[in-house]
């Protein structure tokens, strides 16, 4: 059957045959294979055309441009916009990044994707540094690591939607030594008291050691998230895609179940964490005052987190356990709490005793 081509868009093309006044779109699914047809079910050109085009749009390749050309600021929002859509804004990390590359942009005059030299992304590291330092932070540099990889999954993202030609390299920064402060039994014990007199920082503080949850998670837990009929805590709400922070289902404890009762029953705002009705995102003040009044230094809230593990494994809970609780691999939680576990190496002591008992004269 003859066709005749009528007009084209890309690789796509808008053709008629003399058996039927519609017009079809005609194109090929890859270099050398079959043509394929499919008829727009109009005989009206204009509309054939439009129908052509939503057809088509999705499919095509995207144009390589070159790295002056592709707004860099696009290209973050591109990738960055869909998680933050998907997070509870005042716990999404994203959006205090994307307000910092923005800032950083916008003081540097930065546009394009090829004013992101290297030179230009060490600019961004002493700036940032310099900001943490201004507020009185140390500046981790897993918090500035965190934003470069950030900036590196956008630019990355671009390429394989074919807007770049090639990849463009982001520096990486080492992370920060994972934090090897905890507290003894009896330290956390005496921080559960001091923390007594404010409500919302002790169920904050029972939680975060009953569960091993980081700060974030905990903050952002809703009361629809508590199941007491099956005992578990939900972390990871519905509909929310599972991220590199993974958030378990925890058994609720017997000491934690009343005082999660009573903040259901209670709660005004949907959130577990709240103080005067409306919700909580941070205790860092009111902790450092418990500390303080506990007798304890350099204790943060993530402290907990590792407080929780560090005495489960001492205590002997299996370390896949623990590890199910963290939401880390068995491998990561043997790295970062391993040697706390009564058999850490157990086996290994046991072999060298016996392999090297005695004096070993030399040859």
Not at 52 to 66: D, E, G, Y
Not at 215 to 223: E, K
Request: glycine share 6%; aromatic share 8%; proline share 7%.
């Amino acid at each position: 059957m003859f066709y005749e081509s009528v007009w084209e868009y890309g690789e796509y093309k808008l053709v008629k045959r003399p058996d039927t006044p519609n017009y079809h779109i005609y194109w090929k699914p890859r270099k050398g294979s079959k043509p394929r047809r499919q008829s727009t079910g109009t005989s009206d050109l204009e509309q054939a055309k439009q129908k052509l085009i939503a057809f088509a749009s999705p499919k095509m390749r995207p144009t390589v441009l070159p790295e002056d050309e592709i707004d860099l600021l696009e290209v973050l929002l591109h990738h960055v916009t869909p998680i933050i859509k998907r997070a509870k804004p005042r716990n999404c990390a994203e959006i205090y990044t994307l307000k910092h590359w923005m800032d950083f942009m916008d003081e540097m005059d930065i546009r394009s994707v090829a004013d992101f030299t290297l030179g230009m992304q060490d600019e961004y590291v002493q700036w940032r540094f310099d900001r943490l330092h201004a507020g009185g932070h140390a500046g981790s540099p897993s918090t500035v690591g965190r934003e470069m990889r950030v900036m590196r999954g956008a630019i990355t993202s671009a390429w394989k939607r074919g807007l770049l030609a090639t990849p463009k390299y982001v520096k990486a920064l080492a992370d920060a030594p994972p934090r090897p402060r905890f507290l003894f039994a009896d330290e956390a014990n005496r921080l559960l008291r001091a923390c007594e007199p404010t409500p919302h920082l002790h169920l904050f503080a029972m939680i975060a050691l009953h569960t091993l949850q980081r700060p974030a998670a905990i903050f952002g837990l809703m009361t629809d998230q508590i199941g007491f009929r099956q005992g578990l805590i939900e972390f990871l709400p519905e509909g929310e895609r599972v991220s590199n922070k993974r958030k378990p289902a925890i058994p609720i404890s017997p000491a934690l179940r009343p005082l999660l009762e009573e903040a259901v029953a209670e709660s005004h705002s949907g959130f577990v964490i709240e103080h005067e009705g409306r919700p909580v995102n941070s205790v860092r003040n009111a902790f450092a005052k418990a500390c303080k009044r506990a007798g304890l230094d350099g204790v943060t809230p993530y402290t907990l987190r590792h407080t929780g593990a560090t005495l489960l494994l001492a205590s002997g809970v299996p370390i896949w356990e623990v590890s199910g609780m963290l939401g880390h691999s068995v491998q990561r939680t043997t790295e970062l709490y391993g040697k706390h576990h009564p058999a850490f190496l157990k086996e290994a002591l046991a072999g060298v005793d016996r392999l090297f008992t005695g004096r070993i004269d030399a040859a």
